[in-house]
Structures are given as C-alpha cells and as structure tokens.
C-alpha cells in the first residue's frame, strides 16, 4: 500500500487547490455524516463518558479543524517572497510543496479530535496518509477502517492494523502529536542532482556546475551529488566539464588521508563496474576533479555521500526520465536545473520535490523556519507548514554565473585531451 500511495502521489502532482479542498470536504463529510456512530465507538472505547461529552469535545473540533483548513487552503498555498533585497529583486520566493505519504500511528487521549487536525494539515498540504490507531482505540479503529473506503480511495487515505508499521519507509512518520519544534518534522532527504536539459548552453553552464560542486572540497552541504545529462550530449557535457574543471582557480581545501583513501576507493569501485573516470587537474591548483561516466545505482559512489570533488554522470532520453530518476531516491535537499527551455523548467519545477531549486546557475539556499515572522499565523496554517515541504526557488545572480571569469578565450584548454584514469 505504502508503494502504491507514493506512485499515485507522484502521479499526481502537483497536487491543485480543488483536489486539496476536496479530501477536506470528504473528511468532513465523513465525520459529519456519521456523528452519532462516532460518539458510540468513542464511549464504548472509554474514550468520553457519554454521547453529549463526545459531540463536544471531539466531533465538533474536529469538524472546525477541517473547516478552517478548507478556508484557508488556498490562501495557505501561496508562493512567499524570499528575505533579502537582493533575493527580491532576483524573483526568488519561497514554495510549499507536500512531503508525500505521511504514516501517522494515533494516540489513545481524544482520537477523533486529533486525527482531524492532523488530516486537516495533512490534505491541505497536498500528501497522502495512513492512519494506525491505538490498541486502546479498538472501537473508534473498527468504524473508521470501515467508513474510509467510502470517502477516500485507499490511495489517498488508508486506515491499517498490520504490525511494522513504524518500520515502514514513509515520506514521514508520526508516532504522537506533532510538536511545534521544526527539526521533529524534518523529512528524509536524498542526493542532490544536477538536470541539464538539452536546450542549455554547455560552454557557459559548465564551470557554474564544477564551482558548485568544488565548493568547499566538494563537502558544501548543498554541493550536488550527481548529473542528468540528455543520452545523446553526455560526451560533449563531460568534456566541457573537464575544460572547465582544468581552467578552475586553485582552492584551499584539503583532503585527509582517511578522505584521500574513502574517494579512491569510490573511484576504483565505479570503474570496476563499468563507469569511465575523467581526471582534470587544475591548472592553477588545487585539489583533482573527477568526472565519472555511464554512472549506475550500483556504484558506491551512487550510494554513499561523495562529499569530495567527484562528479557522476547519469544519461536521460526524456525530461520525464531524469524527474523519475530523482523521484526513485527520497526527495533531496538541492537540485540544479539548467535550460532555456520555459515549459520544461516549469515541467521540473511542477513534477519535482526538493528544499531548494537552482534555476541556471543561481546559488542555492535553503528556506528559513518563521518566512513571515511579522505576521501571526492560526494553529490550521502551522500545521499545514509542518506537512508541506519548504522550497526555496533560487534564481540567477543578477551578473551572471559564477565561474564566468575563468571562461576566457585563448587560455589554452579548448584543444586538450581529457585525462582517463
């Protein structure tokens, strides 16, 4: 079940307002509708003393919740502009985007209320859920496993009993009310990927994605992992990636002994396995930058975190292939678009998730806890912040790419052979 949400979720994005709208009025329909069979199943559970208690304290605030989320849905949904002049005057603002299939195992103390609230957060940010309930709760679990399907399709919402189910690889996991602390609704995070699309200009984006990714050693937290280039531009995009790495000005990072040996074993793994390695040494210094091509999953290097100037080149045929490569791997913190292309940029944007989004050659950064400090915020909106994904949308510096002052002509590179090792 837990496969098959997360595949209709991605089928689904992005996810409008009308279908957010939707799962809350059906949530309410469901409640609304089934009122006195709710307070039953909670006296019978122990859960309130009698049918008018119950009415009172959790069927009404659940039905608020859920009103107030319909309310405020859309208003919730929109894009925030980012902190900072120059952040303004670039265009970057700031997105929510759904976490995705979202496991939450109920506590016992006022089920229906809290589930409410916690579907009211979760569907107006656009996710899927499963619920567990609390073996204290085996009435209220009973009648609603079986009202759901009659409200929700089980792709949207299911209800289940299974064991394992904290083992379950959810896009994010409950076990009890979430708190107001933001690093407790940290969702996981993959590796971060470079999408070069074919409409991009490779002699100008190529030392942008080598300074990227040399920043720091290549340990930068938001240094990408690896490259999705167009199966019939990956020999040209990795020779102007070597070009650019050669003309790189020297850096100061070293590596230790143990790092040395960690990335060489990376290496000699990818080209047993059938990668090509492409080695540039910078001509004013520094430390290697290797290129790897015909990269696959199956290499450690595609596994583990690189962090080291090591750069994999993955093929894609089509925009959809390089989103669903990404898609196979938890959302990751950063990815890197490159292209002139206006439909297939906003395709990227619409069909993938992230914390951050670098639009050609922008320097990505990520979104900060309290966007709009000087604003207050209803508990309904919070929740919807802790269940969406926060995205900063990165775009160019205003005077151009990094790496353009090491892009001159007659510096002697251009007719150089590439390094195999």
């Known amino acids: 079940m837990l496969e098959a949400q997360r ?60 009103q107030a989320a319909l309310d405020g849905v859309e208003r919730w ?38 589930i409410a609230g916690l579907l009211a957060g979760i569907f107006a940010a656009g996710n899927r859920v499963m619920l567990q309930f609390d073996a ?13 399907p009659h ?9 289940v009993t299974d064991g394992g189910f904290a083992e379950l690889a959810f896009d994010l996991l409950l076990t009890h009310e979430p708190q107001e602390d933001h690093a407790a609704m940290a969702a996981r995070s993959g590796k971060s990927p470079v999408i070069v699309g074919r409409s991009a200009d490779f002699a100008k984006i190529a030392g942008t994605i080598v300074a990227h990714k040399r920043a720091n050693g290549g340990r930068a937290p938001l240094a990408p992992d690896f490259l999705l280039a167009p199966d019939d531009q990956e020999e040209a995009i990795a020779d102007w990636l070597w070009r650019a790495a050669v003309r790189a000005g020297g850096d100061r990072a070293l590596l230790s002994g143990t790092e040395q040996r960690r990335l060489t074993r990376l290496l000699d793994d990818a080209r047993a ?36 100037p090591i750069l994999p080149i993955r093929n ?77 949308v990165c775009r160019p510096r205003l005077f151009g790419f990094l790496g353009r002052a090491g892009r001159r002509a007659g510096d002697g590179v251009g007719e150089a052979a590439p390094a195999l090792r």
């Open 316 to 392: 894609y045929a089509r925009i959809e292939d390089a989103i669903a490569a990404i898609r196979r791997r938890p959302p990751p913190l950063s990815i890197y678009y490159f292209g002139r292309d206006a439909a297939e940029r906003r395709h990227v944007l619409e069909q993938s998730l992230s914390s951050a989004i670098a639009i050609d050659g922008a320097v990505p950064s990520l979104a900060k806890a309290g966007l709009d400090a000087g604003r207050d915020i209803g508990r309904g909106e919070a929740d919807f912040r802790r269940f969406s994904r926060i995205r900063r």
């Open 151 to 159: 409200f929700f399709d089980p792709l949207e919402l299911a209800v």
């Open 273 to 308: 396995r059938g990668g090509e390695v492409r080695t540039a040494e910078p001509r004013r210094g520094g430390m290697p930058f290797h290129i790897v091509r015909h990269a696959s999953d199956d290499m450690l290097l595609m596994q583990e975190d690189i962090r080291g």
């Open 7 to 66: 595949a209709a979720f991605y089928a689904g994005l992005p996810v409008s307002p009308a279908s957010r709208r939707d799962r809350l009025q059906r949530a309410m329909q469901m409640i609304g509708q089934n009122a006195e069979a709710l307070c039953r199943a909670l006296v019978a559970d122990g859960t309130a003393p009698d049918a008018e208690s119950a009415r009172a304290a959790e069927v009404e605030p659940a039905l608020a919740a859920l």
């Open 136 to 148: 204290a709760s085996p009435r209220l679990a009973e009648l609603v496993g079986e009202l759901a």
């Open 77 to 114: 949904m929109q894009p925030e502009k980012a902190r900072g002049l120059l952040a303004r005057a670039r265009g970057d603002h700031v997105e929510y985007q759904p976490i995705g299939v979202i496991g939450v195992a109920l506590p016992a103390s006022l089920p229906l209320f809290r």
